[in-house]
Nanobody, 122 residues
Framework: QVQLVESGGGLVQVGGSLRLSCAASGRTSNRYTMAWFRQAPGKEREFVALITWSGATIHYADAVKGRFAISRDNAKNTVYLQMNSLKPEDTAIYYC???????????????WGQGTQVTVSP
């Protein structure tokens, strides 16, 4: 079992920045791919970014490319999402997730955090 806890969400103005963190505990020795997803009200959960255990493979959704950056510190069992140039359409609950499979389908992710709210005001 892996427990994931997100932090760092909040209210920010358009064009601002936030850094989300996701701290893992439990079976953190397993080499999970970590990902961020988000879900806006009335919408399905969507992929944002993923990073493999080694960091050698990183993928972003087209909507966030060039603005968001995912990283991880395996010594701290933490994954980060740096979000810059935020837009109102980035408003959502952001979730981190862990999987042995490196793809953007949320059904392949075994462990999820509780989510952190990000609100971008116009």
């Amino acid at each position: 079992q892996v427990q994931l806890v997100e932090s760092g969400g909040g209210l920010v103005q358009v064009g601002g920045s936030l850094r989300l963190s996701c701290a893992a505990s439990g079976r953190t020795s397993n080499r999970y791919t970590m990902a961020w997803f988000r879900q806006a009200p009335g919408k399905e959960r969507e992929f944002v970014a993923l990073i493999t255990w080694s960091g050698a493979t990183i993928h972003y959704a087209d909507a966030v490319k060039g603005r968001f950056a995912i990283s991880r510190d395996n010594a701290k069992n933490t994954v980060y999402l740096q979000m810059n140039s935020l837009k109102p359409e980035d408003t959502a609950i952001y979730y981190c997730a862990a999987s042995y499979i490196s793809n953007d389908d949320p059904r392949n992710y075994d462990y999820w955090g509780q989510g952190t709210q990000v609100t971008v005001s116009p």
